[in-house]
């Protein structure tokens, strides 16, 4: 796992009321008709509910227009509650009912998404754009869809689409600089949140990402700044400080690095990754003890987190504990068997209990897994074994 791994939601879906009932409903028996025009929630669900039970709008049976409105109006609300089987059946009613509409298509799209059916959601925006072309959300769904299946390109199309059809949607910005970055091409994805941010400079997370965009150029002071911001912005978010405590942990800062791992544990004591930069810094400190339980809650919150096995095999064998490190060692290689440094360290930690011929096994397969590891290639030498 990436250090500066983003904890935090690079794109979401924006989803945003489908359409208003008209004036006349909202203002005709302020509970249902108002509730499913505007509640929220429960709230919403209820009032939609009651007129869809009923079949009647102001003592008259509803039309199918406003009936399909309705429908997708309690869809928007179950979706929200995270209720998205729900929602999926109220937008089907909703396009059953009026097959012309192209917000219907693209709710429902968001619903799969949201579901993690990708494929049914890019099949609901391709139909929400061939009923409107100039349909601005349903191209940045579909460019969220895209990027959550690592079609970047694909991706970074739908968003610039979106662009030229709203140049002020800051967060379409947003969203193809972290398409550009997830591709590596750092200076576009900046030159993307550099745009966003003049649209909307109040959003922590575009300088959040920026700031990561930052942070692998290497230009950690950059970054850096960029967390400042958004820690100003938005003080609690837990991903802002851990990725601020990474960057000053590549500079070598360990005790800032460990008071922003402190903070961020503290919003979300649930980031496993916190715990595991947390327990590098420490290690760097050569506080080992508290580095190990570190990768312990790591681990504990993910048991399959490789690296935090390795780690601690490290730490172990810092101590002198090579039992335990090469126990760590075999559960990294257990998840990962080309994991070329656990194999060397474990072969290392062999040679330190004497046992010559499990280290040398060990950097022989370090070197079949990767011919340039110079540390198994040498300590093979040292044991005067021929690479």
Known sequence: MNRLALSIALFSLAIVPLVSLDAGLAESRADD???????????????????IESGRLFGKPISRQRLAITHANRGLA??????????????????KLNPKNAWAYKNRGIAYANKGDLDRAIEDY??????NPRYTKAYYN?????????????AIQDYGRAIRLNPKDAWAYNNRGVAYRKKGEFDRAIQDYDKAIRLDPKDAEVYNNRGVAYAKKGELDRAIQDYDKAVGLDPKDAGVYKNRGAAYGSKGEYDRAIADYDEAIRLNPRIAN????????????????????????AIKLNPRYTKSYYNRGLAYAK???FDRAIADFDA????????????????TAYREKGNKDR?????RKALALNPSDELARNNLKSLGETP
């Open 332 to 347: 990294a290689i257990k998840l990962n068997p080309k994991y070329t440094k656990a194999y060397s360290n474990r072969g």
């Open 359 to 363: 280290a040398i096994a060990d950097y």
């Open 126 to 131: 391709n139909s929400a754009i061939k009923l």
């Open 78 to 95: 179950y979706d929200e509650k995270g209720d998205y089987d729900r929602a999926i059946e109220d937008y089907n009613t909703a396009i």
């Open 319 to 321: 101590m002198g504990k």
């Open 33 to 51: 008709a108002a509730d499913c025009n505007k509640g929220r929630g429960d709230t919403q669900i209820r009032g939609c509910s009651q007129i």
């Open 142 to 154: 579909r460019g969220s869809a895209y990027d959550d299946k690592g079609e970047f390109d694909r």
């Open 274 to 297: 916190a715990y595991y930069n947390r327990g590098l810094a420490y290690a760097k400190k050569g506080e080992f003890d508290r580095a190990i339980a570190d990768f312990d809650t």
